[in-house]
Structures are given as C-alpha cells and as structure tokens.
RNA sequence: UGUCCCGUGGUGUAAUUGGCAACACGUCUGAUUUUGGUUCAGAAGAGUCCAAGUUCGAGCCUUGGCGGGACAACCA
C-alpha cells in the first residue's frame, strides 16, 4: 500500500509533531453566521476536521460573531446541521469568539495603556482618506498622540454607550506608512447599538474581526489556523497582536490555502444571499444552490461531499475545479448504495397485441446489481405499458440501439417485444406502439440464444403512479459567471435550470418512498424523495444523470 | 506603480536530501454487460510561464523578466 501524498499543510504538521513543536494539532473551523454555508466551506470543514481526525488532534466548531447587524441565531443552527450531517464532531461545546468579549476589551485596555492603541475621531470618509491606498502611504490621525488617559477615560465612554454610533473608534498604533494597509492603524473596535444574538444588548462596542480572530485562536491553544488566502495579508497585523499578548512561546500558526471554486457556479456568501432574496432561486436548500444544504436536499451524500474535498487536493493557487468531478463523486458513492427502480419521465404507451387482455404476472426485478445483500423486488407487467419517448424512433438514425417499426428489444426484466406498427394523431407525432411478445423470453433471456441490441425500462401502465419529478441542470450557463466584470453575475444564469415534469410514471414500489431515500431509476440517473413529498403528491429530484455515451453520439 | 502570494496535460493535485513528470476527473478506443450504467483493458494529451546561471544532471536551487491573484468595509 503506497503512502498517500501529503498536501503542504499535511507537511507542515508532520514537521511539528516530529520537532515535537506541538504534542497535539487543535484546528478550528471559524464561520460568521451571517448565512449558510456552501460547498467551499465544506472543503474547509473536510480539511480542519480531517486534519484533527487524522493526526489524533482537536478540531473546534467557533462563531465568529463580532458583527450583530448581520448575524443570527437562524445561520448558527443551520451551520451546526451541515458540519453534523458532513459527520464531523467540534471538540467540546460550540465555541463563540463572544465569549471572549471581556477577555479583548481588557486586552484593548491594555494596549492603549502600553501607547499602542487610542480612540481616534475620525469619520467614515475621512479615514478613508488618511488610509492611503496600496500604493501610497497613509496619514497619521491628528488623534493619534491622544493622551492614554484620555483615550482610555473614552473607551469607557465608548463602552457605557454614552456616545453615538461613529463617534469614536479604537485603533491601533502602528504605522500609517506600512506597505501593508491592514498595519495602518487599523480598527480595533467601533460602537454599535445593536442586540447581539447572544449577548443580547450587554455591549455597546464589538470588535473587529481583525482584532478578534488571531486572539480567539491564541484564547484555544489553537496550533494551525488554516484559512483562506485571502487573509495571508492580515498575518503580519495577527502576529503583531499576539506579540503585544503572549506571555509564552506558544503561537497559533496561520496557514492559508486556496478556496474553492467550482465551475457554473457561484461560491460567496453575497451573491448567494442576492440569488435567494431576488426569488431566482427558491431559498438556500434550493437544490440548484451550492450550499450544503442545497446538495443534501437534492441527494448528495456526505460521503460524496467528503470523498470530493479529497480528491479535489490542497494548496495555494486558485483555480477552478471542474463541476464534473462532483458529479462523478456521487455518482461513485450512489452507485455501490441506490437501489435500482424503473421510471419513465416522458411516457409513450405500448401495446402488447399478442398479450392476453386482462392477464398480469410480476416478475423478479433485481434492486442492486452491485450490492447482492439488497436482493429482488417484483415488478408488475401487463398488456398496456409506457416506455420512454426518447426509446422509440420511427426513423432510427445508425447506431441506435432502441425501438423502431420491425425492431425487436428487450424489456428491461420481462419479455423481448417487436414492433409491429404505430398509432399517430393528427399532427402526426406517434401516439401508440403496437408490439407483439415472445413469450419464450421471460425474464428478459431469449431460449433459442439470439441477442437483441437494446434494453429499455418501462412500466407498466395501469399499476404505475404518477409523480412529479424536478429535473436539475446547472445554474449559470457559463463555467465563470464572475469573469466577466461588465456584467452582473445574474444575467448568466441558466433559465432552464429546473424542469417540472409532471408526467412521469414510476413503478407501484415507489408508492411509499420517504422524503430522503435515494434511487437509481435505471438508464435516467439518481434521484431522491424531496421533503415537499406527500403520499398524494410524490416527489422527486434528479440528483444527477447517469453518464450517458448514447447522448454524446447522439449531439455529435 | 507599493507589499504579499501563486505559475506543472483541458481541469485539479503529485513528484519529500536535484536523477529525463505520476494520479484523479474529463476526452477517445476496445472488451464485457438484461441499465448506451457499472466493470475491465488501452490511447491521446504537459516536457513543468520565459531567459540566463549553478550542476554530470534542474519542475525542484540562484538571478532577472513575464503573467495571474490578494490588499484601500466602522464586513468577515
């Protein structure tokens, strides 16, 4: 058995562990519940959990929650669900950078009486004028030589709510001149009069998320803050604080990887946001939404979902995975667990002319030709039956194996059926398929040896239910929807995104299908009872196509 | 005209004291098949952004270019 390669965090740890840097690994996954999570958190969720699970570490679950005007109770117990229903387990109680309130306001205090932090007057625009930009050095706030005492007789102010919102801030004391704009005095915290989820209206000022993140993880012992790259500018701002904090040696070492990209799709948390609230997408668990929630409910599994973030590797250059690796995930891990059914979404009616009028027999159907545990089910088969529009042509073009005027085939489990002649309606499209039998050929094998070249599903027709089934297809129409920069991400999304079809006849086994269970309908692709299903008015969503070669002859 | 990060088949990741580039997805053949699925066998596809240097030998080291990305929210 040949050693899994490691990623370049993987090498990292190893070094740690065998420097004996650190004993234990403690990782930590640090969403803000301002929404829900998608499949880019889940690579990080696969790496931070996983990194503790394989290397026998800890893994903590933190909020981090230090901006109430955005955050709620709503996303903390979604977020929970998701990181659950991926199997993954938080190291004791969920943690919340709120708990460490007291904990930064007297780490402020302590800055501004060291001279490294003083509440500053500036507002909005003119910060952002004496901020700089990249390229040019900012300039130092005429507040910034502020007497400690009155800085921090202020931040008490600032505490106790005695001003208004935007009146003071706290910042840092670093240098305005930094080529590295997070160094230029940033904002450690501002005053804010709104009710935080958890700490109700207790507090006055919250945090920045810069002055709160680095602490928190310090706070844990975490060893490896892994996070996206977008945050490797801010290092040098988390070390400068740890610095000022640490009593020890000990530092929590952040390392960034590249987020997740996936193609026809869009991955932040924004957009996400503005696709649910225009309506074009029916909320976050929409199947066609790349949320966890969205492929739970349109029947991924987590073991594709973590399967996937394996395969899909880790390190620093961003690009694109292609959305066809996802598919082939749960393709793989529904192929060895979905019982296989017969569905036919455009029905076309068959007769049988040579079958007697009101006989019906039920025949042995196989549920899992590749989990034999799963054994056979019976399937009911009469004179009338639909098969699939698409398997019928009355001027077949070559190489297609399906029925036409003369053909034989095989019933998927039944009988080989020839066609003998066709019904049409008045616009002339094909209504009825008269066929005969051989009823030698039961169970689907032909006695005197000769092969057909086509096996169909089919059902049949007066024991089928109806059902409706939504059909997914991808949500923009272009691998980038982003690249783009003159026109919004919007308009290329695809419009036929979903297909309600209401037509499809599902054999009587699926009578009882509950909301979550997962079928192969044999030829079609996945599917799985969708939650809005009754026993009245069943549901289903495709989760994903088989693949299909014919389909690709048939384009070409 | 700043700081930091990154450039390996179509896509994503490997190549761990420097030894003529591997795996997965995708693509294309063929075999098997009561799913045009699965499975199996095979093929094409990069000479590692460019250039110079060190070396017997460079995707790995050095230098210089070029290209891409991040950073200018009282967001995270």
């Not at 370049?8 to 690994?25: C, G, M, T, V, W």
């Not at 190291?91 to 009486?113: G, H």
């Not at 590295?180 to 920045?208: C, E, Q, S, V």
């Amino acid at each position: 058995m040949q050693k899994k390669p490691l990623n370049f965090i993987e090498s990292i740890i190893e070094d740690d562990l065998s420097n004996n840097k650190h004993q234990q690994i403690y990782t930590r996954f640090p969403p803000e519940p301002n929404g829900y999570l998608h499949i880019g958190h889940a690579k990080s969720i696969c790496l931070n959990f996983g990194l503790s699970e394989n290397y026998k570490g800890k893994c903590n679950l933190r909020f981090d929650d230090t901006n109430p005007v955005k955050e709620d109770v709503e996303y903390v117990e979604s977020i929970k669900e998701d990181i659950k229903w991926l199997g993954f387990n938080w190291e004791d109680e969920v943690k919340f950078t709120s708990n460490y309130f007291d904990k930064l306001y007297n780490f402020a205090i302590k800055l501004i009486k060291s001279g490294d932090a003083y509440v500053c007057e500036l507002n909005a625009e003119q910060l952002r004028k004496y901020r700089g930009t990249p390229t040019e050095p900012g300039k130092e706030s005429p507040w910034r030589n502020r007497d400690v005492a009155e800085s921090l007789t202020l931040f008490e102010g600032m505490k106790n709510g005695d001003f208004d919102e935007g009146k003071y801030l706290l910042r840092a004391k670093i240098d305005m001149a930094s080529p590295n704009m997070h160094m230029r005095d940033p904002i450690l915290y501002r005053i804010r009069f709104a009710n935080h989820h958890r700490t109700g209206n207790t507090w006055k000022i919250y945090p920045m998320y810069d002055f709160a993140h680095g602490q928190s993880d310090y706070f844990e012992g975490i060893t490896h803050s892994v996070c996206t790259l977008e945050f490797e500018v801010h290092r040098p701002l988390y070390d400068w604080f740890i610095d000022k904090l640490a009593d020890s040696e000990y530092r929590p070492q952040q390392i960034e990887f590249a987020r997740l990209n996936l193609t026809y799709t869009v991955m932040s948390k924004r957009k996400l946001l503005e696709l649910v609230e225009s309506n074009f997408v029916n909320g976050w668990d929409d199947p066609r939404m790349p949320t966890i929630s969205g492929f739970r409910r349109r029947g991924y599994t987590p073991e594709s979902i973590r399967n996937f973030s394996d395969k899909i590797g880790v390190a620093k250059r961003d690009g694109f995975i292609d959305v066809a690796l996802l598919e082939h995930s749960i393709r793989e891990d529904l192929n060895k667990k979905a019982d296989r059914v017969m569905g036919v979404l455009n029905p076309l009616k068959v007769i049988i002319d040579n079958y007697p009028e009101d006989s019906e027999e039920y025949l042995d159907a196989v549920n899992n030709p590749e989990d034999e545990s799963r054994g056979k089910r019976k399937v009911p088969f009469s004179k009338e039956l639909f098969i699939e529009q698409e398997d019928f042509m009355e001027n077949p073009p070559r190489k297609f194996f399906r029925l036409g005027i003369g053909r034989e085939v095989r019933l998927r489990y039944a009988y080989f059926i020839k066609c003998t002649h066709v019904e049409k309606d008045d616009a002339g499209n094909v209504t009825k398929v008269h066929c005969t039998y051989d009823p030698a050929s039961k169970g689907g094998k032909s006695p005197d040896g000769r092969k057909v070249k086509g096996t169909m599903h089919w059902v049949s027709a007066k024991h089928a239910i109806r059902s409706e089934i939504r059909l997914y297809d991808r949500l923009f129409s272009v691998e980038n929807p982003q690249a783009d920069k003159e026109k919004d991400f919007k308009g290329f999304i695809n419009e036929n995104s979903l297909e309600v079809n209401k037509i499809a006849m599902l054999e009587p086994h699926l009578k009882t299908a509950k909301s979550g269970e997962q079928f192969q309908f044999e030829r079609k692709g996945y599917f799985c009872v969708d939650k809005d299903s009754s026993l009245d008015n069943l549901i289903f969503n495709r989760t994903v196509t088989l693949r299909d070669s014919w389909a690709k002859i048939k384009n070409s």
